[in-house]
């Protein structure tokens, strides 16, 4: 099973990249943020815990994490996922050493790290920027990819919502926070053989094919 890391700020292209990888090398997503809202929605037990944790305004623990990436990766594992994108996860070092440690048990090992850099101005001016279907949760931006006509392109609605965490101040506060935690597993995984960084700043299609280059 390949496995291919993907990290980058807010608003540093990431949700585009991965749609890239998904189509061109049939890999399959799995974002932190993604894997616990399906948790809460399916109300497992590690789901209510991240949910009491969430509403409290806390953040969940780097232990609970690496639990429910396990159980995601175990299910992937035993059923012959060719290959995975982590988006989100590690994000700091005790949660690299927890996916080096599961890699290790099974014989598994990263193909790839894939750094995407923005400015924070950058970031801020995407992330703050994005919009989501109310309907169909299909994403949007005010700026850069508007809903034709007002409309969903996808499910054909027209209201559509800011997600919290996309907030101008929200925006911020994430960045901060990723520069405290990102920058440690950054420097740990720059000794990878397979780490390669690409200016994401520069046109989608263009960063898409730098990371082509730099997987084939």
Same mark, same amino acid.
């Given at each position: 099973?390949?496995?291919y890391l ?9 949700? @585009? =990249? *991965?749609?890239? %990888? ?10 932190? $943020?993604?894997?616990?809202? +399906? ?6 037990e590690l ?6 944790? @969430? =509403? *409290?305004?806390? %953040? ?10 396990? $159980?995601?990766?175990?299910? +992937? ?5 060719k290959g ?133």
């Amino acid at each position: 099973m390949d496995i291919y890391l993907l990290i980058g700020a807010p608003g540093a292209g990431k949700g @585009v =990249q *991965s749609a890239h %990888l998904i189509e061109k090398y049939d890999l399959t997503h799995l974002s932190t $943020g993604d894997i616990f809202r +399906h948790e809460i929605k399916e109300e497992t037990e590690l789901g209510l815990e991240v949910k009491r944790i @969430v =509403q *409290s305004g806390q %953040l969940v623990s780097d232990d609970l994490t690496n639990r429910i990436v396990a $159980g995601v990766l175990d299910q +992937h594992r035993q059923n012959g996922t060719k290959g995975l994108i982590l988006d989100g996860y590690p994000r700091t070092l005790t949660q690299v050493h927890a996916l080096e440690d599961y890699l290790a048990k099974y014989d598994l090992s990263i193909s790839k790290v894939i750094l995407l850099n923005v400015s924070d101005e950058e970031a801020v001016r995407r992330a703050s920027g994005r919009i989501i279907c109310s309907n169909c949760k299909k994403s949007y931006h005010r700026v850069f990819n508007q809903p034709n006509d007002g409309k969903c392109g996808e499910c054909g609605g027209s209201d559509f919502f800011q997600r919290p965490d996309d907030k101008e101040e929200n925006v911020r506060d994430r960045l901060t926070l990723y520069h405290q935690q990102n920058t440690p597993v950054i420097d740990f995984y720059r000794q990878h053989a397979g780490f390669f960084e690409i200016n994401g700043e520069l046109p989608a299609s263009v960063v898409s094919s730098e990371i082509d280059k730099n997987i084939l």
